[in-house]
């Protein structure tokens, strides 16, 4: 589980800025949760998305955002909600999700939508 910023998410998950149509940056899929520290939901999260990045490294990254820092990434992706997660697939669009899901849901979300057993 990694912290990123605006610049380090346009180098790993998708140039913005450079790109108009959605193009994945990553080498395998990732799941990037836009947060802050004062929210509670999101502080429930955390330790679920650890265990997760455990159990699934090398299979997939997880990214957090603090939506408090990067505001303006925040803004491009409409977040208005958190936690809110992109789950991001190596090919096709990515979907979001908002809110505190349980850890099936998470595992169900990286088996159908990243594809990763």
């Known amino acids: 589980m990694q912290n990123i910023n605006t610049e380090t998410f346009k180098g ?4 913005f800025e450079k790109n ?3 193009k994945f940056e990553g080498d395998k899929p990732c799941i990037v949760d836009f947060y ?8 429930m999260l955390s330790p679920l998305l650890a265990e997760l ?3 699934y490294a090398g299979k997939l990254d997880i990214y ?3 939506t408090d820092k990067e505001q303006e990434l925040a803004a491009s ?7 809110t ?3 991001v697939p190596m090919s096709g669009k990515p979907q979001m999700a908002q809110g505190l899901l349980p850890k099936e849901a ?5 088996t159908d939508v990243l594809g990763v057993k």
């Open 12 to 15: 790993k998950v998708f140039d």
């Open 77 to 83: 992706f409409g977040i208005q909600s958190i936690p």
């Open 106 to 110: 998470l595992e169900k979300a990286i």
């Open 53 to 55: 990045s455990e159990k």
């Open 85 to 87: 997660m992109l789950f």
């Open 20 to 22: 108009k149509e959605w």
């Open 36 to 43: 802050a520290d004062w929210c509670g939901p999101c502080k």
């Open 64 to 66: 957090k955002i603090d």
